[in-house]
Every structure is written in structure tokens, then in C-alpha cells.
């Protein structure tokens, strides 16, 4: 069975212009292009598919083949039949998707060297689908809670910009032509429209400007992406929101991994690599630290000033009754119960803040082109 799989593969990768060669012998540019565009669902649906199979006692390299064969021709099926090559010629699963970590993670395949190694892979794959599954629906319900806010200040941005800068200087005109005395209002209206016509690179191109400088800063990473991100966990409502998040994402991830098997200082790297809040980064490679010297979890947990009293008492008694991984995942649940509650609740006063708001702005521009107008209505109905 083994022979005729790796006969089928070859041809396979024989037939496929985009198959020639393996992942080892391909150069690195090539291979980056090839993993581009895998999304995360994409990987979520193949572990989840994957777990089914194992679970259902398939071999994992025929399970494998069959999702490969079931992949859509693209980056995901060039790097499943690398993978499926490897494990069928004696390589471990975890080392063979190592060679495609822009696909499968560092947590992703260190959680299935855990399995392969105590020989609980299907179990470990199953962890791994609902781990997945969890933080895709996470990072759905968050991403549909801010397309409706985001639509508005998008739209309401957009008319402003129009009415300041080509309908505001018409009436400016007519103003000026009937002489008429203009208002407080009005005047700061036209200023702001003079300005924006006048000094236009200034009013939209230095918005792009700071964005693009913040998106470089960003990706270049030290004191500054670590100020962003402790401001962003200080700001009202949201701060809140996102605290909590990352003590979800980092119990999840953390008590995933010990569930697992994997020993605690790797499961910690681990989670200080996939972490994308540079402020918990910090925290956990503090915790990793202190753990090495032979201390506890908790204590350096509650140092570290990321993680409040619940979830550093839950960790202490888990540390105690030798159930770490499980007190870490009811955490983990706890936490995630908070944030969507504290999203439904901060959308429930966002929304009507930002109908508000547009309508003090719309108001205002209201309000300051008519009071001219009234002006000259009652001038020309004078005898």
C-alpha cells in the first residue's frame, strides 16, 4: 500500500507544474510564493478534517493523501503533497508541515510532535481542531462586530470630505456675492473648507502619511509597537476588551499545549512566538524566566501585572492538584464568555455614539449653511 501511495504521489507531483521538486530542494523564494494565500480557515477545515479521520482510525499518511487529494490545486495542495511525500518515505508529520511554517505554525506542529511522540496524535489532532475551531470563532465574531462601526465612519468620512470641499465653496460664492454678514458658525465652516481646498495634501494626504509611517513602525517592532499596544490595553471599553482576550488566547493556548504533553518552558516559548501583543510577549517571557529557575507559574503570573487575582489563584491551585491544563482551559472559557459579553455591550454603546456623532457633525454644517441663507431670504423679502 505504502509503494503504490508513493507511485501515486510521484505522479502527481510529476503532472504538477507547480510540483517540481520537493520542499527541501525548492529555492526559498519560490517556495515563500507558494505559501502565500493559505487562510486560516483553510488550515482550520484540514485539521478538522484530519482529527475526523485519525479519530476514525485511517492511517495518517492515507488520511493525509485523501485530504491532499480532495485539496483545490493551489499553495494549500502543493504543500499537503510535500507533506504527504515526507510522511510516506518514514519523515514525522510535525517535521515535514516544520518545512511549511507559513501554513502550519510553530504551535501547530510542536503540539503534533507532542502527539507523535506519546503516541496520542489523533487525540492531540482533535485538541488542536477545537482549539482551532474556538479561536477562528473568536476572531469572526470580532471581526463582524466592527464591519458595521467601520462602515459608518467610513461613509460618514467620505461625506463630510465631499460636502467641505465641493459643496461648501458654492455656497461660499453665493454668500459672497449678496454680502451678507456670515455668522460664527459659517465662518468657521468656510475656514475649515478653505483649508482643506487649499492645503489638500495636508488635510488627506497626511492621514495616509501616519498611516503608512505606524504600519512600518509596526511591522519593525520595539518601543514603539510595544507603547501601541500598552495603550491599546489601557483605552476605555476596548482596553478592557482586549485584556481580557489575550488572558483567553494565552490560557487556550498555553493549557492546549500541556494537554498535549508539551513540557512547560517549551509550551511557553511557544506561546511567547504566536503571542501578537508585544505587551504579553514581554509577560510571558518574564514568567518563562522566573519558571526556569525553578519557581511556579503563578507567582510570576500575578508580577507580571497582565493577569489579574482570578486567573493567578486558578493557576496556583491547578499548580497544586496537578490539573494545570485543565484549570488553565476553564479560564480559557471563562474569559472568552467575558469578551463576547463585553463586545455585545461596548457595540451596544458604540453604535448609537457614532449615530450621534454624525449627527452633531451634519448638524452643524446644517445649521451653519442655512443661518446665511436666512439672512438673505429676509434682505430680499424687504420692500
Known amino acids: 500500500m ?3 501511495l508513493q507511485r501515486k ?6 503532472s504538477s507544474p507547480g510540483a517540481a521538486g520537493s520542499q527541501g530542494s525548492a529555492p526559498p523564494r519560490q517556495r515563500a510564493r507558494r505559501m502565500r494565500g493559505v487562510s486560516e480557515q483553510v488550515v482550520t477545515e484540514f ?9 476514525a482510525g485511517i492511517p495518517i499518511a492515507r ?5 491532499e487529494g480532495q485539496a483545490r490545486p493551489g499553495p494549500f495542495k502543493d504543500a499537503l503533497t510535500d507533506v504527504v511525500e515526507d510522511v510516506t518515505s518514514g519523515t514525522p508529520m510535525s517535521e515535514a508541515m516544520g518545512k511549511h511554517d507559513r501554513i502550519f505554525d510553530h504551535l501547530y506542529a510542536s503540539m503534533v510532535r507532542a502527539g507523535e511522540q506519546g503516541g496520542v496524535l489523533d487525540q492531540v489532532l482533535e485538541r488542536l481542531a477545537i482549539f482551532r475551531e474556538r479561536a477562528a470563532e473568536i476572531r469572526a465574531r470580532v471581526a463582524g462586530a466592527m464591519i458595521y462601526p467601520a462602515v459608518i465612519v467610513v461613509v460618514a468620512s467620505a461625506v463630510v470630505s465631499a460636502v467641505v470641499v465641493w459643496i461648501i465653496p458654492k455656497f461660499q460664492s453665493i ?18 473648507s478653505d483649508a482643506a481646498v487649499n492645503y489638500w495634501y495636508l488635510f488627506f494626504g497626511l492621514p495616509v502619511l501616519l498611516v503608512v509611517l505606524h504600519g512600518f513602525f509596526m511591522r519593525k517592532g520595539g518601543a514603539y509597537r510595544y507603547r501601541v499596544h500598552a495603550m491599546l490595553l489601557k483605552l476605555p471599553l476596548m482596553g478592557g476588551v482586549l485584556v481580557r482576550s489575550l488572558i483567553a488566547n494565552f490560557s487556550r493556548t498555553f493549557g492546549t499545549l500541556l494537554q498535549a504533553g508539551v513540557p512547560h518552558l517549551d509550551a511557553l516559548g511557544i506561546v511567547r512566538e504566536t503571542s501578537a501583543n508585544e505587551v504579553l510577549v514581554g509577560a510571558v517571557e518574564d514568567i518563562r ?7 511556579g507559574i503563578a507567582r510570576p503570573m500575578a508580577e507580571t501585572g497582565v493577569f489579574d487575582d482570578l486567573v493567578c489563584n486558578m493557576v496556583d491551585v491547578g499548580e497544586q492538584t496537578g490539573e494545570l491544563d485543565q484549570m488553565l482551559l476553564k ?45 438673505i431670504m429676509s434682505t430680499l423679502n424687504q420692500p
Request: proline share 4%; hydrophobic share 55%; no cysteine.
Open 175 to 192: 454668500f459672497e456675492s449678496f454680502d451678507v454678514e456670515l455668522p460664527v458658525p459659517t465662518m468657521i465652516l468656510m475656514n475649515v
Open 2 to 4: 505504502a509503494k503504490k
Open 63 to 67: 488520511a493525509l493523501a485523501i485530504l
Open 289 to 295: 524566566r522566573t519558571v526556569s529557575e525553578g519557581e
Open 9 to 14: 504521489v510521484s505522479r502527481k507531483r510529476t
Open 47 to 55: 485539521t478538522v478534517q484530519l482529527s475526523t479521520l485519525s479519530g
Open 331 to 375: 479560564v480559557a472559557d471563562a474569559y472568552e464568555t467575558q469578551v463576547d459579553r463585553r463586545i455585545d455591550a461596548m457595540f451596544k454603546v458604540l453604535e448609537p455614539a457614532l449615530l450621534i456623532i454624525m449627527a452633531v457633525v451634519v448638524g452643524f454644517i446644517v445649521v451653519a449653511l442655512f443661518l446665511p441663507l436666512m439672512k
